[in-house]
């Protein structure tokens, strides 16, 4: 609905939904069957052709009961695990919010934090998950924070970005600062657009490019890992924040979570600033490899040397 088949939600194209009837629902005719071909076309402005289809079809009762059953055994079966070795993890980061709100809509940004988020979040009470999905969206995790506070103006809001996307728009704090919006930013700060040095580690050999956000003119050409005589990161969050006239803190240490969020809470009618930082080279298993159907995962990687 209102989006088009492309790889990053099909996966291999040939295996997508083989069993399925698919109904596409977009306004761009020309999106209709373009990659997938449907059953049923419907050319239409999205919330009207679901007002419509809310008329017509009756309200149906499923039992979902076993279906979650079914994937709560297997995560208990194949828990994913994120073990930094007494480092900062993002889970850290997710679980201090799952801990401490019962009712909270998250946002997210696009890449590696996006799929933290929708591994560990736990949607509870009336909680909600606002993301993109595979659209690629980069920047949308703040903008869709502030609009999801003025539409929600009693639930706490927690964006949860990279420090690449978070680039992307970060200049809408002005906004949710001249509107006093309370949201809290949590920067997950690798210094990498992580999504893609991820991609360039598992399939090109560590042959990273253009993906180091530390990386200068006068950097060895093949750098393919972070090391001390690495320069330091840009922007300053922290200072970048209260220049808003913001709190910024930094998070180096998982006993320091909690802490932070308590400052945050306390800030009144502004945003507030969380800087994470994490493991540079932690990566986002299971993931599907391009070309490949959406049940052909990789699930372990391990670097070599490591």
Request: with cysteine.
């Amino acid at each position: 609905m209102g989006t088009r088949f492309n790889d990053r939600i099909t996966g291999k194209i040939e295996e997508f939904a083989k069993n399925a009837k698919i109904v596409h629902i977009d306004i761009d005719a020309s999106s209709i069957s373009r990659n997938i071909v449907v059953d049923v076309p419907i050319v239409a402005d999205a919330r009207e052709a679901l007002v419509k289809l809310a008329e017509i079809v009756p309200p149906q009762k499923y039992d979902t009961a076993g279906w979650i059953g079914k994937l709560n055994a297997l995560k208990k079966e194949k828990p994913i695990v994120q073990d930094g070795g007494g480092a900062l993890t993002p889970k850290d980061v997710i679980d201090e919010i799952n801990r401490r709100y019962r009712d909270v809509i998250v946002t997210t940004d696009v890449g590696q934090n996006q799929m933290w988020t929708t591994q560990f979040l736990e949607l509870k009470g009336k909680s909600k998950l606002l993301t993109s999905g595979g659209l690629g969206t980069m920047g949308f995790g703040l903008p869709a924070a502030i609009g999801a506070k003025l539409g929600c103006p009693d639930m706490p809001v927690v964006c949860v970005s990279g420090d690449g996307g978070i680039q992307m728009n970060i200049q809408e704090l002005a906004t949710a600062v001249c509107q006093e919006i309370p949201l809290i930013v949590c920067i997950l700060n690798n210094s990498y657009l992580g999504n893609v040095r991820q991609w360039q580690e598992m399939f090109y050999g560590g042959r990273y490019s253009c993906t180091c956000l530390r990386k200068r003119k006068s950097c060895g050409a093949w750098c393919s890992a972070p090391n001390a005589s690495c320069p330091p990161y840009i922007p300053d969050f922290v200072k970048l924040a209260e220049s808003y006239g913001i709190e910024g803190i930094r998070v180096t240490d998982r006993e320091e979570i909690a802490a932070a969020f308590d400052r945050a809470e306390k800030c009144g009618n502004a945003p507030t600033v969380i800087e994470f930082i994490i493991d540079r080279e932690s990566n986002v298993l299971p993931m599907v490899p391009g070309g490949n159907a959406l049940s052909e995962m990789v699930t372990e990687f391990r670097k070599e040397g490591k």
